[in-house]
C-alpha cells in the first residue's frame, strides 16, 4: 500500500538555524498538510496546500515558516530562525482529491525535532 | 472556540474484552468526523470518516457513531486484541474546501493479555 515518506525521522538542531523537514506524498494525491505535535499534546494543524498554493494556515504557521512543492514529489516544510518552542514532531499528509471531505488524509511517521 | 473533547483520558482492558470511546465537539460549521488510531512513534491512521449524514460506520472490529445534533460520536472495539493498544484520537474537519483537521487530544488504550 502507498505510503506517505518523511524525511529525516530526527532532526537536531541549534536555536536560530534554519530547518526543512522533506515529505513524499502518495503520487496521485494532491492535497497536501502540515500538522505538528508537541510532546504530549494533541495534533496540530499547520498548513494545506492545494495546486501550488496554500489553501489554508492556522495561527502557528507565522512568517518563520514555509512550505515549496520544489518538483513533483517533494513536499517540504521550512522553518527560518528556530526557536526552542519548535521542538515537536512534524507530520505531513497527503489525500486524493475525489470527494475532499470524505477521503482519508494520509500521515506519515513524521519528523522529530529537537532544537537546542 | 473550536474544540475536541475525548473521554476517557486513557483506559486499559482485558484482551478479548469490549470498550466504547467518546468524543464531544464543538466544531462549526462541521464537515466531517473522524476516528484515527496512533501507535506511539507512528503517524495516526485513518479508521473511519462520517459526513453529518452518516450515523453509523464500520472498519472491521471497529464502528464509530455519530449524532450531529448533539456533536457526539463514539467508537466501539469488539473482541478487543494486543495490538489495539494506541491512541484513538477523534478528528473533526470544519471546512470542507481544505479539510483542516481538529485533531481531539485522544484516549489512550492499553489491552493487556
Known amino acids: 500500500e502507498p505510503e506517505v515518506t518523511q524525511t529525516p525521522s530526527h532532526q537536531v538542531t541549534q536555536m536560530g538555524q534554519e530547518v526543512i523537514l522533506r515529505c513524499v506524498p502518495i503520487s496521485n494525491h494532491l492535497y497536501f498538510y502540515w500538522y505538528r505535535q508537541i510532546l504530549g499534546q494533541k495534533v496540530e494543524f499547520l498548513v494545506s496546500?492545494?495546486?501550488?498554493?496554500?489553501?489554508?494556515k492556522s495561527e502557528i504557521f507565522d512568517d518563520q515558516f514555509s512550505v515549496e512543492r520544489p518538483d513533483g514529489s517533494n513536499f517540504t516544510l521550512k522553518i527560518r530562525s528556530t526557536k526552542l518552542e519548535d521542538s515537536a514532531m512534524y507530520f505531513c499528509?497527503?489525500?486524493?482529491?475525489?470527494?475532499?471531505?470524505?477521503?482519508?488524509?494520509?500521515f506519515g511517521d513524521g519528523t522529530r525535532l529537537s532544537i537546542l | 472556540k473550536n474544540q475536541v473533547e475525548q473521554s476517557p483520558q486513557s483506559l486499559i482492558i482485558l484482551e478479548g474484552k469490549n470498550c466504547t470511546l467518546q468524543c464531544n465537539y464543538t466544531v462549526s460549521p462541521f464537515s466531517n468526523l473522524r476516528w484515527y488510531k496512533q501507535d506511539t512513534g507512528r503517524g495516526p491512521v485513518s479508521l473511519t470518516i462520517m459526513t453529518f449524514s452518516e450515523n453509523t460506520k464500520s472498519n472491521g472490529r471497529y464502528t464509530a457513531t455519530l449524532d450531529a445534533d448533539t456533536k457526539q460520536s463514539s467508537l466501539h472495539i469488539t473482541a478487543s486484541q494486543l495490538s489495539d493498544s494506541a491512541s484513538y484520537i477523534c478528528v473533526v474537519s470544519g471546512n470542507y474546501n481544505t479539510d483542516k483537521l481538529i485533531f481531539g487530544t485522544g484516549t489512550r488504550l492499553q489491552v493487556f493479555p
Open positions: 496546500f492545494y495546486n501550488n498554493e496554500i489553501s489554508e
Open positions: 499528509a497527503s489525500s486524493a482529491p475525489q470527494g475532499l471531505g470524505n477521503q482519508p488524509q494520509h
